[in-house]
């Protein structure tokens, strides 16, 4: 009998225990999930709201006037063609056809269920409610010259971000759409995913870029690794099976760790691959956000993937060079780079800049907000060191801005098919390392070919024009 109570008594605290968890957690998610919960189509709050409350404005950061309601009650864009459909993904459309844009995500700000008790108090006898303008961190110009300048044929990604602040100033996803129009989109605009934003939930084959992990790993786990020396003959046998090849085969010859950094070698990655191994790599590349959940409070990021498992040696050398199963979001890459802009740390995107409710109550929304520090100080200056020079002398000199340093990492990431006729996937990742313009930009053009001379050469363009306009 007494074991029996005793046993009771172990059981009874073991719920106690999962009942406290448990209650922890449901405050956690509607604290961390509340605006995803919010504006999911299961709040019927929400879809009643829409009929009786005007939406509020959407802003740029300049204070254009992205969107806006009529007297009719219908939403207008009283911008550009051009400019509406480059920010379509982020304002996003009164259908909700892209629920990650402003439109939906922000809806509680833009319903006005975040305004002030006088703006309540003065629209209490109002026939309808008027929600908050929300204006954003985006730079309406700058992204429609993102628009103007990407490659007519190609579709891809960009994300320019304040590393310092976290603000977004562009994040640019083509194919593009229309919220004016938003169910005018061909089949095949349709099936190559239009209405997702490339930016923050497309997944690519890094590519090279990703070298500046396997670079961290080696600087963080091999002792006096930056005094080694490669030879590099631009093939090299990882099993009987497997070859790890450079771009061009030629061969770089013998190589310094920096050197084959800014050349961007794949034999010396990936033999550093090889010798650190898969824990390690994915030890390095979890803590900067692979594999993570990134809750952010005014946008959704996916996270990159690096594999769980990594078959053999092969694969592991590969997974070094960034290639492989290896995926990346544009605009998890673009904070990595700005991370290493800002000494080591990780600042959550932010955004929304301001919420002004009817009753000219206006919330300042930026807040910014350290996520992790990636690097510490030490290796954090050798990846600032390798990166300039990469643009300065290496695969990325056509990202260089005239007056300012820059800093970058090409890529040129091998696209699988079965009919092996794709052209890779150009990348650039890089940042300005300046106080007063600090930008960091991530580049992905899908299918461009080469990464230094394609993505890198609209990284320098977009850059320039951001140390032009953003203010
Ligand atoms: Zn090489």
């Known amino acids: 009998m007494k074991e ?4 009771a008594r172990g059981i009874l605290s073991v719920i106690l ?18 605006t995803r919960w919010f504006t999911t189509p299961y709040n019927t709050r929400l879809s009643k709201a829409k009929s009786s409350v005007i939406a509020g404005d959407i802003l740029d950061r300049n204070g254009t006037v ?9 939403r207008t864009y009283p911008i550009s063609s051009d400019a509406r459909k480059a920010l379509s993904h982020v304002i996003g459309d009164t259908k909700a056809n892209v629920p990650t844009g402003a439109e939906t995500f922000l809806s509680a700000d833009l319903l006005g269920f975040s305004s002030g008790i006088f703006d309540r108090a003065s629209q209490f006898f109002a026939e309808k409610r008027r929600g908050s303008d929300v204006q954003l961190t985006i730079d309406a110009d700058l992204q429609t010259y993102i628009a103007d300048i990407f490659p007519d044929e190609d579709n891809g990604a960009v994300a320019v971000i304040n590393y310092k602040t976290g603000e977004v100033l562009s994040l640019y996803s083509k194919p593009e759409y229309d919220v004016k129009y938003p169910d005018d989109y061909s089949e095949k605009e349709a099936e ?30 091999i002792p006096n690794v930056q005094e080694r020396t490669f030879d590099c003959e631009g093939v090299y046998a990882v099993t009987e099976e497997m070859d790890l090849k450079d771009t061009d085969g ?3 010859g013998e190589l310094t760790l920096k050197e084959a950094f800014t050349k961007s070698c794949n034999i010396a990655f990936g033999q550093l691959a090889l010798e650190l191994g898969e824990d390690k790599l994915r030890a390095t590349a979890e803590r900067l956000g692979f594999n993570g959940n990134f809750l952010f409070s005014d946008l959704i990021v996916y996270e990159s993937l690096f594999p769980k498992s990594i078959g053999d040696e092969g694969e592991l050398a590969w997974t070094g060079v960034g290639q492989g199963k290896l995926t990346a979001v544009p605009l998890h890459f673009c904070m990595i780079a700005g991370a290493i802009g800002n000494d080591g740390m990780m600042v959550e995107p932010q955004l929304v800049m301001t919420v002004t409710d ?5 919330k300042n929304k930026l807040n910014t907000k350290n996520y992790q520090q990636c690097f510490s100080a030490e290796i954090n200056s050798v990846l600032q060191e390798y990166m300039i020079a990469t643009v300065e002398e290496g695969t990325g000199k056509k990202a260089q801005v005239e007056g300012y340093t820059v800093a970058g990492k090409t890529g040129t990431a091998q696209v699988n098919s079965s009919g092996g006729a794709y052209d890779p996937h150009a990348w650039f990742v890089g940042y300005i390392d300046s106080d007063d313009c600090p930008y960091a930009i991530c580049v992905v053009v899908e299918n461009g070919g080469s990464g230094g001379s394609v993505a890198g050469k609209l990284a320098g363009k977009i850059l320039k024009k951001a140390t032009e306009i953003v203010k």
């Open 4 to 7: 029996i109570r005793k046993n």
């Open 17 to 34: 225990i999962a009942f406290a968890v448990l209650s922890g957690y449901f405050f956690y998610a509607i604290y961390a999930y509340g």
């Open 66 to 74: 992205l969107a806006t309601t009529d007297s009719e009650g219908t």
């Open 192 to 221: 190559q995913g239009v209405l997702i934003n490339r930016a923050t939930q497309g997944r690519y084959a890094p590519g090279s870029v990703f070298k500046i992990i396997t670079l961290a790993c080696a600087l963080e786990n």
């Open 250 to 252: 030629e061969g770089h």
């Open 358 to 362: 009817n009753a000219g109550g206006v």
